[in-house]
């Protein structure tokens, strides 16, 4: 079955600096791979998704991710952080199951 | 994008009783829909997929006579938390999907199920 570990619980950077999330999978298959992000009280949005195309896959906000087959990574950057940013995100696994599972979240915090 | 609409949002029951929860997709047609279960400060864990027309797959640990889901058409899914006990109080999330593996998902709003 496919599973998706994100590496890091808890993130802080300074608002202006760079954001890495990391997140490594595991698929038997070809995956396809997303990134959610959840702000407080609010329901989960789609920042971009990787779907066997291009493997730099850029998203809302300014968010992009790169597919790593290799080192079977899908890690969420920004080049700037911003104190909007500050929320939980998500990587999330599909394949051919059709199942979509998420992993244990990162908690993104972005201080002035 | 695409708008899941999942009612009630908060609910409380008491003890003993059966609590509905509908997930509906208001402009597309969603040939799956996923319930999760969210823990305070936790991640989803997904409960079940199910596919319009057919029985819902539950995953391993997920009690399917207590968890009740049926996905009748296009558009609707309802879990039934059935015989609710106080272990059972959780935030509960649907998402709709139209295609298959490659589409995203989009998420309801969650509903916050406090037992009594």
């Known amino acids: 079955a496919q599973s998706v570990t994100q590496l890091d619980s808890h993130v802080s950077v300074s608002e202006g600096t760079p954001v890495l999330l990391r997140c490594n999978y595991s698929?038997?298959?070809?995956?396809?791979l997303f990134w959610y992000v959840q702000h407080p009280n609010k329901g989960l949005q789609l920042l971009l998704k990787y779907t066997s195309a291009a493997t730099l896959v850029k998203g809302i906000n300014g968010f992009e991710a790169e597919f790593k087959k290799s080192e079977t990574s899908f890690h969420l950057t920004k080049p700037s952080a911003h104190m909007s940013d500050a929320a939980e995100y998500f990587c999330?696994?599909?394949?051919?199951?059709?199942?979509?599972?998420f992993g244990a979240g990162t908690r993104l915090t972005v201080k002035p | 994008g695409a708008v899941v609409s999942q009612h009630p949002s908060r609910v409380i029951c008491k003890s003993g009783t059966s609590v509905k929860i509908e997930c509906r997709s208001l402009?597309?047609?969603?040939?799956?829909m996923f319930w999760y279960r969210q823990f305070p400060k936790k991640s989803l864990m997904l409960m079940a997929t199910s596919n319009e027309g057919s029985k819902a797959t539950y995953e391993q640990g997920v009690e399917k006579d207590k968890f009740l889901i049926n996905h009748a058409s296009l558009t609707l899914s309802t879990l039934t938390v059935t015989s609710a006990h106080p272990e059972d109080s959780s935030f509960y999330i649907c998402?709709?999907?139209?295609?298959?593996?490659?589409?995203?998902?989009?998420f309801g709003q969650g509903t916050r199920l406090t037992v009594v």
């Open positions: 998402s709709a999907r139209q295609g298959i593996r490659n589409t995203e998902a989009f």
């Open positions: 698929s038997s298959y070809s995956p396809s």
């Open positions: 402009d597309f047609q969603a040939t799956t």
């Open positions: 999330v696994v599909s394949d051919r199951s059709n199942d979509m599972r």
